[in-house]
């Protein structure tokens, strides 16, 4: 992303009270600075490219530096969001005083210094943040060690060393947990989704690593428990055991909501969290047991305008999946509907998984309508900017998606391109999901025109497609969209609508 449209990022996700600290840091002068007009061209016009931005500042400002202003206005902008920062969430606030203790120490004003960082260590300790804690330690020992040890006697000392072993021990056990968890997500997302038994083998070495790790650490800390519960709900969820993993996120969502104190702010982990209860009951069909979720969703506060718009997100998906997945493709279009404001428009705000997300949901309501030009075009955004959106997960469906669009708009000759350049990008037979190879060779030939003919097809195909529905590994991408209850109404020619109500009243 280049600079300038990181700042255009940074303007358009300012919170009200980050606008009105900004407003008010700088000033109200009759002439604009160059810096403030270019925040006032990037705020009233959030779709201009950068170069109609760079075009509109020169001709309000001939004499001004379009590169030099938005730089400046960047640095502004954090500095504003910084200050603000430090009344809002326990760690800015705690770094604060520390920088304050550094200060009163230059000033030789050591006990003043001392005091602030005891309340720091005791602040560090409620929160759990042993990163803080050691810090504010270590520099309490250095002013002490710099003024002579001022009425502390040796075993005042040795505990003082003590509290920093502990610190160093759960610091060390955080990393090594944080490590495992970190490294699981990795092959998860780099090494493609888990579709075989040989590639869930694979992550046995983290899965044993872990558990023995956790029955060594005999501690009871959140940080700790949290990334354990992230561990195991995420393989979990990656080898197909829902249940399993819902189990885990439910224990997780606990362990949140009895520590609200030790919440980030914003609180991204907990996001993680109940989207990940929410696509597990998704992933077995508890469309009832989703609703509690999603309130808990609308119900996050924080000042943060691009996470508001993330929570925004996540929650119109996971009340959009119950009618999508139950063919209420009517219902699909109201819920659309009533989110243009709070999130369509606000489109190109959204993180780009978010984006591709929205576009490939979106995309599957128009085609569900029949609507296939509109499911095309609003597809084709994340398409053509492939580059940005290629190391995504999602976005391998996104293409099997773009491809039974391409069917249902006849255009044979690119399915058959599209199909050869996703089985060299993919790398292999090996690497394919069942459906996928069984969508490669269903669209590389037109749906015989006779009834009788596509009812032979049917039958012939029927026993094969429930397997792979009912397959755990082919779970995962059946679950963004159903290929195979697309597979059936293709050749018996009932409406996609019917068949996706009638295998939700299978589940």
């Not at 120490?105 to 003043?112: A, D, T």
């Not at 800390?221 to 993993?245: C, P, R």
């Not at 006849?410 to 399915?415: A, E, G, H, V, Y």
């Not at 059936?488 to 009932?494: F, P």
Request: glycine share 2%; charged share 25%; aromatic share 12%.
């Amino acid at each position: 992303m280049s600079k300038i449209q990181s700042l255009i990022t940074l303007v358009h996700s300012l919170s009200h009270a980050e606008k009105k600290a900004f407003r008010l840091r700088s000033g109200r002068n009759k002439q604009l600075p160059d810096y403030l007009m270019l925040y006032d061209i990037i705020d009233k016009h959030p779709s201009l490219t950068k170069v109609e931005f760079q075009q509109l500042f020169t001709n309000q400002n001939p004499k001004a530096n379009f590169e030099t202003a938005g730089k400046y206005l960047f640095e502004l902008l954090l500095e504003t969001m910084l200050n603000l920062r430090k009344d809002q969430d326990s760690l800015s606030y705690l770094y604060k005083r520390i920088i304050h203790a550094r200060i009163l120490y230059e000033k030789s004003l050591i006990n003043e210094s001392l005091d602030i960082l005891e309340e720091v260590i005791k602040q560090a300790e409620k929160f759990e943040n042993h990163n803080v804690m050691l810090l504010a330690l270590r520099l309490e020992l250095d002013y002490l060690l710099a003024a002579g040890f001022p009425q502390i006697d040796e075993k005042t000392l040795l505990k003082k060393h003590f509290r920093i072993t502990e610190s160093l021990k759960y610091i060390r056990k955080i990393n090594e947990q944080s490590s495992l968890y970190e490294i699981l997500k990795h092959r998860i997302l780099n090494k493609s989704q888990i579709r075989t038994q040989k590639q869930k083998d694979e992550l046995n070495d983290l899965v044993y690593s872990e558990i023995s790790l956790v029955s060594s650490l005999n501690v009871d800390n959140f940080e700790i428990n949290k990334l354990h519960q992230l561990f195991q709900s995420n393989y979990l969820i990656s080898v197909g055991d829902n249940q399993s993993a819902l189990n885990s996120y439910y224990e997780l969502n606990n362990l949140f909501e009895e520590n609200k104190h030790l919440w980030n702010k914003p609180p991204v982990y907990y996001l993680h969290t109940l989207e990940g209860i929410l696509e597990s009951l998704r992933s077995i069909r508890n469309y009832e047991g989703m609703t509690y979720f999603v309130t808990q969703l609308k119900s996050i506060e924080c000042e943060s305008a691009s996470f508001k718009l993330n929570v925004v997100c996540t929650t119109f998906l996971y009340e959009l999946f119950p009618f999508l997945d139950g063919g209420d493709f009517s219902a699909c279009n109201a819920l659309m509907a009533s989110y243009k404001e709070s999130l369509y428009d606000k489109f190109n705000s959204l993180p780009r998984s978010r984006q591709a997300e929205l576009s490939l949901y979106t995309s599957l309501v128009f085609f569900g309508n029949g609507e296939y030009q509109k499911a095309h075009k609003f597809l084709n955004q994340i398409i053509l900017q492939g580059k940005y959106y290629f190391s995504l997960p999602l976005f391998r469906t996104i293409r099997l998606v773009n491809l039974i669009i391409l069917y249902k708009l006849n255009n044979i000759d690119l399915i058959k391109y599209e199909i050869r350049t996703l089985m060299r990008d993919i790398g292999g037979y090996e690497r394919n999901y069942r459906i996928e190879r069984y969508l490669f060779k269903f669209l590389s030939k037109p749906v015989p025109s006779q009834s009788f003919k596509r009812l032979q097809v049917w039958n012939k195909s029927k026993k094969e497609l429930d397997e792979i529905e009912h397959d755990v590994f082919e779970n995962k991408i059946l679950q963004i969209f159903n290929f195979t209850a697309w597979i059936e109404s293709a050749l018996t020619k009932r409406p996609l609508s019917e068949v996706l109500q009638h295998k939700m009243a299978e589940n």
